[in-house]
């Protein structure tokens, strides 16, 4: 069955009496007659679900009005509100919006603060009756996990979990749809859709990828196209007859649930419900898989092609590592990440086993810091639960568990945290007694776990085998073991694992035993090999087993691959400290970037060398790479911090002349708009290439951004807008601007904006993103 949403709730409510800049859930205790009017529209129109006036109920969105302790009050009147306009035509479905802020280390907000700010504002909806909880238009796959374990938390409701993408088809921070669906179906999400920021024609590629990578029902919420303002009013391009057209098609690539976001009133959602009226929802062929998945990166583990678990970030058997964890550095853990995606690692495995240490906090900080600079999903290394779940929690994607095994503890607390977090788990067929010796053994305790994990939820896409090696040195029919272990488990089609050097322990040339094993296994059905990337007996092995296997047709890539050492690949070259900057920056490597900054002060470098041909350099490649959609803004923002520890040293070791600012830079959210998310990354990133900044936050009056552009003898000033009817906003601090006399340069930018508005309102800038904002301000300075 085809269900029907109801549309926009901001513009009804500005008709209704909603002043600009005022509280929209307030209205749910002062004119409650006036949302349940709206509500009564959209079920007349056709809606079988209608959305709570709670978009912005939570307690830290609230707070901006000094309203934070009406958290319950407000969203138990919504519901109560909703519930008799209804009338027990339509369900109801409460509202939860996003913080506004980024989760750590992205932003300054915990996952643990944020974990509570929606489960607050979870349980006063579903106490209140609610039939859905729907979390909406987060940009940051982060913060929805964060909502989504709150809401499983606290009811037994159905869980809607919509993410906001952009034109590129990706969200603010990276997450493409099938990462999305991966993630958030692992984690119990009843529904996976998309809602605002694009059009239905737009859209429709996000829920066709959405469809084909989940089991789960998919929704769809566009807007009535792009705003614009006309004689000073807002308007939306697509009016009801087209948008409600647009249904067919978004049924036929599989939502679902379906209806409107901004621009969007009754008449379109009537429009909507009519054309779909007797259509049958498209009937779903996806088979789960094997799926792991990073911020930004799905990466699918079968039969189909061979993928390359990196073993290298476990400090067992290497006191450099081990020391420098003990220490409380992540230096070597960082560059082994780096380097092993480098020499094609497709999962990264995470240890951070060291005694004497809080592993938990230790993983924290290891799979926070990793995450971000590589985009491989990553395998969490431990067998220490609180360690799991720090490192589970942590991480903004689908890890795997190494491991899970027949050991009670094991099963005990490892299972529920995966089934939480929603992770897979290698399946190690290990008992309390021991290793068993035997294939036939190894099998059966295989398939107890399985049987175990499978009572507490799991199923046959979340698990991957281990064959368990032993040393051919203690135990001559070791290997034999392990290729029958193999072989039993093609009975189970699931896909399979080991670590391969054990193999050889105790012996000389172990390359020719790891590698000639290698081929062995690989043969009789290896999947996902644990295995030193950088080893190019091994590497040889994969590549040309790739080809004589068929997992590389023709044996193409084999012939693009065979010039190229994986040694080569990723062996250190001597370099000239600016390029070493430079790429210190676009790998974000803030540990190395002071001593880096002093050594070519060392050389008699002058401060205009290094800010030029290597951190403006940088930036300028980063600008490049982000462009083309090869990086997200998680690997900008971190170098843009590296940037800014690069500025300070320079600071330091020149008079302050030579290390100038590029100009003074003034931002500002304006009038009657409380985002303020876009415009930080913005300030982020422009005050760590060097501006200085001053930031007058959100919801600032033309007079106060007029007034700080005088004091401060303003470069540039930006502006954000986020909501359309704040757009006007824009056009008015710019006329006050060139009638105080100022001489800034004025840059606008927000989801609502566009080119042709910028350009109307008499901006010189408009910036699509952070990074743009950064290159058309040295630009505008140039100027």
């Known amino acids: 069955m085809i269900e029907i949403f109801d549309g926009a709730m901001g513009t009804m409510l500005q008709a209704g009496g909603l002043k600009a800049g005022a509280c929209p859930e307030l209205m749910n205790v002062t004119s409650p007659d006036v949302v349940k009017k709206i509500h009564r529209a959209y079920v007349d129109a056709g809606a079988t679900i209608v959305e709570t006036n709670?978009?912005?109920?939570?307690?830290?969105?609230?707070?901006?009005?000094?309203?934070?302790?009406?958290?319950?009050?407000f969203n138990t009147a919504a519901v109560k509100i909703a519930k008799s306009a209804v009338a027990s035509q339509a369900k109801v479905a409460g509202s939860i919006?996003?913080?506004?802020?980024?989760?750590?280390?992205?932003?300054?907000?915990?996952?643990?603060?944020?974990?509570?700010?929606?489960?607050?504002?979870?349980?006063?909806l579903a106490e209140a009756g609610a039939d859905f909880l729907i979390v909406e238009t987060c940009i940051d796959i982060q913060e929805m996990r964060a909502a989504l374990l709150a809401a499983k938390d606290v009811c037994n409701l159905p869980v809607i979990c919509q993410l906001s993408y952009s034109e590129d088809g990706r969200t603010v921070t990276g997450t493409d749809p099938q990462s999305a669906a991966v993630i958030l179906e692992a984690m119990g999400a009843s529904i996976i859709g998309v809602n605002?920021?694009?059009?239905?024609?737009?859209?429709?590629?996000?829920?066709?990828?959405?469809?084909?990578?989940?089991?789960?029902?998919?929704?769809?919420?566009?807007?009535?196209?792009?705003?614009?303002?006309?004689?000073?009013?807002?308007?939306?391009?697509?009016?009801?007859?087209?948008?409600g057209s647009w249904g067919k098609a978004l049924v036929e690539a599989g939502a679902t649930y379906l209806g409107g976001c901004c621009g969007t009133t009754p008449d379109h959602i009537r429009e909507l419900a009519a054309c779909v009226k007797n259509l049958e929802p498209v009937e779903k062929t996806f088979t789960r898989r094997l799926m792991l998945a990073s911020r930004s990166k799905t990466v699918v583990v079968d039969k189909n092609s061979v993928t390359l678990i990196g073993e290298r970030i476990n400090p067992t058997g290497r006191k450099k590592l081990a020391a420098e964890i003990r220490e409380g550095s992540l230096l070597g853990v960082k560059r082994d990440a780096i380097n092993q995606v480098k020499a094609g690692a497709q999962v990264l495995d995470v240890n951070m086993g060291v005694g004497g240490i809080n592993q938990a906090e230790m993983m924290s900080r290891a799979v926070r810091e990793v995450a971000q600079i590589v985009d491989v999903p990553l395998a969490i290394d431990t067998g220490d639960a609180d360690a799991l779940e720090a490192g589970l929690k942590n991480f903004p994607g689908r890890a795997l568990i190494n491991s899970v095994s027949l050991e009670p503890e094991r099963l005990e607390k490892f299972l529920p945290l995966a089934k939480r977090y929603g992770a897979a788990?290698?399946?190690?067929?290990?008992?309390?007694?021991?290793?068993?010796?035997?294939?036939?053994?190894?099998?059966?305790?295989?398939?107890?776990?399985?049987?175990?994990?499978?009572?507490?939820?799991?199923?046959?896409?979340?698990?991957?085998?281990?064959?368990?090696?032993?040393?051919?040195?203690?135990?001559?029919?070791?290997?034999?073991?392990v290729l029958r272990t193999l072989q039993l488990y093609a009975q189970l089609k699931l896909p399979t694992t080991m670590g391969l050097s054990n193999i050889s322990f105790g012996l000389p040339n172990r390359p020719l035993i790891n590698s000639t094993f290698f081929a062995m296994c690989l043969a009789n059905g290896l999947d996902a090999p644990i295995m030193n990337p950088y080893d190019e007996s091994m590497s040889n092995v994969l590549k040309?087993?790739?080809?004589?296997?068929?997992?590389?047709?023709?044996?193409?890539?084999?012939?693009?691959?065979?010039?190229?050492?994986?040694?080569?690949?990723?062996?250190?070259?001597?370099?000239?400290?600016?390029?070493?900057?430079?790429?210190?920056?676009v790998e974000g490597d803030k540990d190395e970037i002071p001593a880096l900054i002093r050594r070519a002060v060392d050389e008699k470098l002058s401060a205009e060398e290094i800010t030029e041909r290597a951190l403006t350099a940088a930036m300028n490649s980063l600008g490049d790479d982000f462009g083309a959609g090869k990086i997200f803004l998680p690997q900008v923002l971190l170098s843009a911090e590296t940037m800014k520890l690069a500025f300070d040293e320079l600071k330091q070791n020149f008079p302050a002349r030579e290390t100038s600012t590029q100009g003074t830079f003034v931002i500002a959210t304006v009038k009657g708009d409380v985002h303020d998310l876009g415009k930080n990354i913005v300030g982020a990133l422009v005050s760590n290439s060097g501006f200085k900044l001053v930031d007058l936050g959100k919801d600032v009056d033309a007079a106060e951004i007029v007034r700080a552009a005088i004091e401060h003898d303003a470069d540039i000033v930006g502006l954000c807008a986020l909501m359309t009817t704040t757009m006007i906003q824009i056009d008015k601090v710019i006329a006050e601007l060139k009638a105080a006399g100022s001489s800034a340069k004025v840059m606008v930018g927000g989801a609502a904006l566009t080119q042709e508005y910028a350009d109307s309102a008499g901006a010189d800038a408009y910036a699509r993103d952070g990074v743009e904002a950064v290159r058309l301000a040295k630009t505008l300075v140039a100027k």
């Open 544 to 585: 040309a087993s790739n080809a004589l296997l068929g997992h590389d047709a023709n044996g193409l890539q084999f012939s693009k691959l065979a010039q190229i050492s994986t040694v080569d690949a990723v062996k250190k070259i001597p370099v000239d400290t600016l390029s070493a900057i430079k790429s210190a920056v």
């Open 97 to 124: 919006g996003p913080t506004g802020k980024f989760i750590a280390p992205l932003g300054d907000l915990e996952f643990d603060d944020a974990y509570e700010i929606f489960r607050e504002q979870a349980q006063a």
């Open 196 to 243: 605002c920021s694009l059009g239905p024609a737009q859209l429709v590629p996000v829920v066709k990828i959405l469809s084909a990578n989940c089991r789960v029902p998919v929704s769809v919420q566009p807007n009535a196209g792009m705003p614009y303002l006309e004689n000073g009013a807002t308007k939306f391009p697509m009016d009801a007859k087209t948008f």
């Open 425 to 481: 788990i290698l399946v190690l067929p290990i008992t309390q007694n021991g290793v068993p010796k035997s294939a036939d053994e190894r099998f059966s305790v295989t398939k107890k776990i399985l049987e175990v994990a499978k009572s507490h939820g799991l199923d046959d896409g979340d698990f991957l085998l281990d064959a368990l090696v032993m040393t051919i040195s203690a135990d001559k029919d070791a290997c034999r073991e």
């Open 54 to 73: 709670t978009f912005g109920a939570s307690r830290i969105k609230l707070a901006h009005y000094d309203l934070a302790d009406k958290v319950r009050e």
